[in-house]
């Protein structure tokens, strides 16, 4: 596509409760990001993944956060059992294959997770 | 943790005024970057700068780096009200792949 797209934009969840959050890279983009960013804060990041190399977790708050990318292309996160200090706008960004470092992420416009 | 720390938090200047944000980061880098964000969503790459460039321009925007002092500015000259936004700087800890963000800068041009 032409832009990183990210659904859903918003989502209101019940403590407790699992979420999936979805992002679709730009065509050609061997690397995708997941980042986190609460109110008011800066990035966080979670998880990168890169062609078909291992994913870098590293940045995986707890073990209730998954993510996968299927086919090399659209990636999908999942939160367990939902906390409320998960609640923050969730961001997708996506490189050419040389790296953010060359060229810069290409973000999504996110998705905003409430936990109630 | 956080690599990169921007300054001031906030800054509320006047259309037409010049606007100067800081980023000091802690540990050797390859690049650094600067992305704009409107309104809590996606960011918006506006300029990379390499460990071995002094200072990069683009239209309005003016990016120094002093890897010995660990920092770098952003200017952006003749502001306008549409540059509102919040400003961010983003390291890569020598880790080419990834980058780590700072909290940011609020800025507000005023009309």
């Known amino acids: 596509g032409a832009g990183v797209s990210q659904s859903p934009s918003n989502k209101v969840t019940e403590k407790g409760k699992d979420v ?76 050419l294959a040389s790296g953010p470092g060359n060229y810069g992420y290409t973000f999504g416009s996110g998705t905003r997770l409430t936990v109630v | 943790s956080q690599q990169g720390e921007e300054d001031p938090q906030a800054l509320s200047i006047q259309e037409g005024e010049n606007a100067t944000m800081n980023c000091s980061y802690k540990t050797s880098i390859n690049n650094l970057q600067w992305y704009r964000q409107n309104s809590g969503r996606g960011l918006v ?53 990834k980058f780590y963000f700072g909290s940011g800068t609020k800025l507000n041009v005023k009309p």
Request: with cysteine; charged share 20%; aromatic share 10%.
């Open chain 1, 20 to 95: 999936e959050l979805r992002c679709d890279p730009i065509s050609g983009h061997t690397a995708l990001y997941w980042y986190r960013q609460s109110l008011g804060q800066g990035l966080e990041f979670l998880i990168y993944f890169q062609g078909n190399s291992a994913p870098d977790k590293s940045g995986l708050p707890s073990d209730r956060f998954s993510a996968e990318r299927t086919g090399g292309s659209v990636s999908t996160l999942t939160i367990q059992r939902t906390q409320q200090e998960d609640s923050a706008v969730y961001l997708c960004a996506s490189s």
């Open chain 2, 45 to 97: 790459h506006l300029i990379l700068i390499r460990s071995n460039e002094r200072e990069k321009h683009s239209g309005r925007l003016r990016v120094t780096l002093d890897t010995s002092k660990k920092s770098s500015s952003l200017l952006i000259t003749a502001s306008r009200a549409a540059d509102t936004a919040s400003y961010f700087c983003a390291t890569d800890q020598y880790n080419f792949n």
